[in-house]
């Protein structure tokens, strides 16, 4: 190669390298003055100077992609980008209303522009939401914040920390971890500040789903909630509660504020217009009205306990496997349901005053009145107070006015009350009462039991049955019609216990006089003797203590083995065991013929029959039977 030829390509690298040199001169020079680097070609960088505090924006084709803000800008020994005093950095997002703000008194990000630290009082804000934390990162790239540092965050009426915080912007989700704490303020100043704590959280503002797990607790004016697990939903303007569900030994106490003009008069008395509702349950789940946040429907899981207290202190509390009530947005219960196990006790003011109500599953539809009770089978479903205990296989209550419903069979007992002056019907008021029927109903604002079809009641060997009964438990007065039949036990005056046996189409009890009234067919049977007549009039001794005596009239006819007598009025003396027949009596005896008299007198212990005339000389006719 000739020397000419060798110069001239020397000449064209030397040419070369000082062309490069240059290039890297300026090229550093520019670093160095704006401390922005170069990402791709599809990048053009631009300098605007503002006086000492220099800001820089990028951009991506013809769109701004990021404007940066700060007092001081250089590259450190860790290869990455600092940024110091007052720095602010503005992410713009090609979807309109996304751009992101971060500050901080120092923020450091690598070349690439992707990886942005930010501390001594960092900040980022995306939308109306702001956080705040000692230390925060922000990843452009995925558009993730994150930090573990602790932060605080506010959005509208929310606000919030907690010390770890994690939010994807693009999926709009957040998650908090560590002595959770959230706060939502209400939309008028007439309702509550929400609060919520626990250790975690995750929440999907798409979904307008969350998630708080452990020792959840939830704060609402004087509600108050707790949980393991607290899962809620929000209504699409992400202010109002839509569901809110409580998992794991949940427990909430929900405060009702007062009406002034409170509709108690149609109110159920069983179901008390309720100023506090403390409710616990494995699982709680709640559904509110969004026009004014007031409880729509309530539904709790396993050993499930709803607990209603009035502002007079009477409550009624419901127990069951599971329960739910849907109420209107008065606070009114409109339907409900109680499933497994259900019990329902109803406490007045007075705590004798006590009803208790039990089955195997309780209902009450929309827009009725009605509260049916099932029981697993007959006598499963159980109704008890202070006075009586009812049990059936189904009952129906109508909760507007407390009246009962039994049928399919029932079973009462009416127990024995210390203090009560009156006794229960014929019977006495020291021992409690049991009776058996197929149907019955029961008047609450009466106090009478209306009892009809295959009827017994009895009370140790004191028997009473009738096909319907009708019986008042404040007075102790008694109705029967329709086959009565009761057998009366009594004490003879050698002490010995017999059983009187009446029967009859009807029969009333007035305790005033302590007077049992048979009507229509009556029929006494004392030992062998049978005693037919119109009306019989049991006299009972003071408070129901044994017979005094017996008086049948119109039509009476005593039937024995030997005969029968005829008159119009019959007296029977338990004690003495002796029947007197008045009103021209006769006797007709099979073999003897016709006794006439002024009176008969039967005597029931050795079969005697006296024969006593009053018109002539006194003289009186013993009738000796043979036995």
């Known amino acids: 190669m000739s020397f000419v030829k060798i110069m001239r390509i020397t000449v064209a690298v030397l040419f070369v390298v000082v062309l490069a040199v240059i290039a890297r001169y300026f090229m550093v020079r520019s670093q160095e003055e704006t401390g922005v680097p170069v990402k791709t070609d599809e990048i053009v960088q631009k ?35 600092h940024a110091e005093g007052s720095v602010e950095i503005i992410f713009f997002k090609e979807r309109e209303g996304q751009d992101v703000l971060l500050s901080g008194g120092k923020v450091i990000y690598d070349k690439d522009m992707t990886r942005f630290r930010s501390s001594d009082q960092a900040k980022a804000r995306f939308k109306d939401l702001l956080v705040e934390s000692v230390l925060l990162n922000y990843d452009n790239e995925e558009e993730n914040f994150w930090t573990e540092e602790g932060a605080r965050f506010s959005s509208r009426r929310l606000t919030g920390s907690a010390q770890k915080m994690y939010y994807q912007m693009k999926q709009e989700k957040i998650k908090l971890q560590g002595d959770v704490h959230l706060q939502i303020e209400p939309k008028t100043e007439t309702s509550s500040t929400l609060k919520v704590t626990g250790r975690m959280l995750d929440y999907n503002e798409k979904s307008k789903q969350g998630k708080i797990e452990g020792d959840v607790k939830l704060f609402y004016g004087e509600s108050r909630a707790t949980a393991e697990i607290m899962r ?11 569901t809110l569900i409580l998992e794991k030994n949940a427990w909430a106490s929900l405060v009702v504020k007062e009406k002034e ?13 309720s100023v506090k509702r403390e409710i616990e349950g494995e699982e709680i789940r709640m559904r509110f009205f969004q026009e004014n946040s007031e409880l729509q429907e309530v539904e709790a899981q396993r050993d499930s306990s709803f607990k209603f ?10 127990l069951a496997e599971s329960a ?27 705590p004798d005053e006590a009803r208790v109500i039990e089955g195997d599953s309780f209902n009450k539809k929309r827009y009725s009145d009605v509260l049916h009770v099932k029981g697993k089978g007959p006598y499963d479903a159980k109704m008890s107070s202070l006075g009586s205990n009812v049990f059936a296989e189904e009952m129906t209550i109508f909760l507007d006015s407390s009246n009962l419903e039994v049928k399919r069979g029932v079973k009462v007992i009416l127990k024995s009350k210390t203090g009560e002056n009156r006794p229960v019907g014929i019977f006495s008021k020291e021992q409690p009462v049991f009776i058996q029927a197929r149907e019955m109903r029961f008047f609450a604002e009466q106090k009478r039991f209306l009892f009809n079809r295959d009827i017994k009641i009895w009370q140790q060997k004191k028997v009473l049955g009738a096909e319907e009964i009708e019986l008042f438990e404040e007075t102790g007065q008694i109705l029967c019609t329709g086959r009565v039949e009761s057998t009366l036990p009594h004490t003879t005056k050698e002490g010995k216990e017999e059983k009187i046996k009446i029967s009859s189409q009807k029969m009333m009890y007035f305790p005033e006089e302590n007077l049992v009234v048979y009507q229509e067919k009556g029929c006494l049977t004392v030992k062998d003797a049978i005693l037919r007549a119109r009306f019989i009039s049991v006299y009972l001794g003071e408070e129901n203590k044994g017979i005094q005596k017996i008086v049948a009239r119109e039509k009476v006819i005593i039937l024995q083995s030997m005969g029968e007598a005829r008159g119009e009025e019959a007296i029977y003396n338990p004690e003495e065991e002796s029947l007197e027949l008045l009103g021209n009596p ?12 002024d009176k008969l007198t039967f005597y029931m212990a050795d079969g005697r029959i006296l024969v006593e005339n009053k018109d002539r000389e006194r003289s009186v006719t013993v009738i000796k039977r043979e036995r």
């Open 586 to 597: 006769v006797f007709i005896d099979k073999d003897k013929g016709t006794t006439e008299g």
């Open 47 to 81: 300098k605007v100077e503002k006086r000492e505090k220099p800001e820089h924006f990028e951009f991506k084709g013809e769109e701004k992609s990021l404007h940066v803000k700060a007092d001081k800008q250089f590259i450190a020994e860790d290869d990455n980008y």
């Open 309 to 318: 207290i009035s502002s007079t202190g009477d409550f009624t509390r419901i």
């Open 324 to 350: 739910k009530f849907i109420f209107n947005n008065e606070g009114e219960l409109e339907e409900f349901q109680a499933l497994k196990n259900a019990k329902i006790v109803k406490q007045a003011e007075n």
């Open 261 to 273: 003009n409170r509709p108690s008069p149609d109110q159920s008395p069983l179901f008390v217009q």
């Open 232 to 242: 809620f939903e929000l209504y699409p303007d992400g202010e109002q509660i839509k």
